[in-house]
């Protein structure tokens, strides 16, 4: 059974910090592009971040740029989000996702909420 657990999400005040984790239980998490999406209610999921599987390549949602960073640890089975100058439009759940040819999994979110 893969499981993809975050951690990290919490309640924070404009221009704090978080940090998202991702925990994989995927014997070769070094083989999938993993990427952080986030859901606000009534609101399609977006894609927040991705990463390679190698850890390579990035790319950001125009919105995060210049803010968010993602990365990983392949030896931990492990994704983060680091998340700097929040701001309340960062509200939402935030989930990650690991694709590898056919194979598409999800984690079942974590809450982000900025709010003063």
């Known amino acids: 059974q893969v499981q993809l657990v975050e951690s990290g999400g919490g309640t924070v005040q404009p221009g704090g910090s978080l940090r998202l984790s991702c925990a994989a239980s995927?014997?070769?998490?070094?083989?999938?592009?993993m990427s952080w999406y986030r859901q606000t209610p009534g609101k399609e999921r977006e894609l927040v971040a991705a990463?390679?599987?190698?850890?390579?390549?990035?790319n950001y949602a125009d919105s995060v740029k210049g803010r968010f960073t993602i990365s990983r640890d392949n030896a931990k089975n492990t994704m983060y989000l680091q998340m700097n100058s929040l701001k309340p439009e960062d509200t939402a759940v935030y989930y990650c996702?690991?694709?590898?040819?056919?194979?598409?999994?999800w984690g079942q979110g974590t809450q982000v909420t900025v709010s003063s």
């Open positions: 996702n690991a694709k590898f040819t056919w194979f598409d999994f």
């Open positions: 995927l014997s070769t998490f070094s083989r999938y592009a």
């Open positions: 990463i390679s599987n190698t850890g390579g390549s990035t």
